[in-house]
């Protein structure tokens, strides 16, 4: 392939692939050709052996065949997301209707109508953007009260996040995160509310960082910076992190800043069944009043656990979800698909100690744009158009 620097400088007849013809007669050499220095980073003795370092540390890292560890917002997903049903619980009634306009990129929106809720809003509507470098949604509800967040990627290893919400009656909420994750670890950076208008920083900001140490093990910190308007002095803490991925189980574990431990252990029993438990121990403080005049006197720390078990089902056309906690609470929930695009959603709670239950049902539409889509969503075709085999025939 012709060099496109050199032949741009070419006078035109001229080919430069033979440079004996234009060369002038050389003399001959009178002494060695001085060697190449490598550089600042090798002639500096100082430096070169931190370069050395450096690349023998790098080396060595990557003959132990380490993994990025995830984040530490996701130290234990696996036990708060997929089987704890925090994220999936609603009681009265609620009805989903989600359209989807096309697959690549994503575009769909979603119309949520609820009674009887304490919780969920009579109507929401969400939309629903995301593409192979960036990902955008937001909704509005009927209180009109706004929450948005976008999500780029910058590269495989940089992903950049906004998060507004804007409530009726309500304090306004911004949150800029940065996320960097490398071949064996990961750093992020997070503002929330951030401000410079009262001649300092306001708001809260961290910053966490964890490290694969081994193939299964990764430990991390947190340092967490938060200011108040008006506050005399602000406050720091600073978090451990601690997990261990053995590939069907996965064990974690949590020393918070204001003093509270966090442990979970997830375990896949089955390819259907997943089970975790969570336990929380923390400090509280726990009011001493007088016994004679009935006044405040003092406070006195107190211990306050909680342990939560619970268990994921997964079939083919239904998902159960079941918890069970050491305050007196059951919770399930369930989601049937009826339909290839209608499912029946069921949840309910029973609180022992307050003797005290809820109960929560819906109905989840989904709908297609076009029939393309329609056909991959009753899972007749695949996403590039062709025929899943087994699948009917229309």
Not at 54 to 69: C, D, F, M, Q
Not at 90 to 109: C, E, H, V, W, Y
Not at 181 to 206: E, H, M, R, W
Not at 266 to 274: C, I, N, P
Request: aromatic letters at 10%; one cysteine or more.
């Amino acid at each position: 392939m012709a060099d496109l620097t050199t032949a741009s400088t070419a006078p035109a007849g001229v080919n430069f692939g033979d440079l004996s013809k234009l060369a002038a007669p050389t003399l001959p050499a009178l002494s060695e050709p001085v060697p190449k220095v490598g550089g600042f980073w090798s002639s500096n003795p100082l430096f070169s052996y931190i370069n050395d370092t450096y690349i023998s540390i790098a080396e060595h890292r990557k003959s132990l065949g380490l993994v990025n560890p995830g984040t530490v917002e996701g130290l234990n997903k696996e036990v708060s997301r997929d089987v704890f049903l925090n994220q999936y619980f609603f009681t009265g009634l609620r009805a989903d209707f989600n359209k989807t306009f096309s697959m690549d990129p994503a575009f769909q929106t979603a119309h949520t109508l609820s009674i009887g809720s304490p919780v969920l809003l009579p109507y929401t509507f969400t939309v629903l953007y995301a593409s192979s470098n960036m990902f955008v949604q937001g909704n509005i509800d009927s209180d009109y009260s706004f929450m948005g967040r976008a999500n780029l990627n910058w590269d495989k290893s940089n992903i950049s996040k906004v998060t507004l919400q804007f409530a009726n009656g309500q304090p306004s909420f911004c949150q800029f995160e940065q996320d960097y994750q490398g071949s064996d670890y990961s750093i992020n950076l997070k503002a929330l509310n951030p401000s410079f208008l009262y001649g300092s920083y306001t708001g809260v900001a961290q910053a966490s960082f964890l490290q694969s140490l081994t193939p299964k093990l990764a430990v991390g910190l947190e340092s967490a910076f938060s200011r108040q308007p008006g506050s005399p002095a602000p406050d720091a803490s600073i978090s451990y992190f601690g997990r261990y991925n053995a590939g069907n189980w996965i064990g974690t574990a949590q020393i918070q800043g204001q003093g509270s431990l966090l442990a979970s252990f997830w375990r896949r029993v089955t390819d259907k069944v997943e089970a975790g438990i969570e336990t929380q121990i923390g400090l509280d403080a726990k009011p001493i009043m007088d016994p004679l005049r009935g006044g405040l006197v003092g406070f006195e720390p107190e211990v306050k656990a909680e342990t939560t078990i619970g268990a994921k089902y997964e079939y083919r056309q239904s998902v159960f979800r079941g918890q069970l906690d050491s305050a007196g609470k059951v919770r399930v929930f369930m989601e049937k698909r009826i339909l290839p695009n209608a499912a029946i959603l069921f949840s309910g709670e029973i609180d022992q100690a307050k003797s005290e239950s809820r109960l929560g049902v819906g109905l989840q539409f989904e709908t297609a744009g076009n029939e393309e889509i329609l056909m991959m969503q009753q899972g007749l075709i695949d996403a590039n158009g062709n025929p899943i085999p087994g699948a009917p025939q229309l």
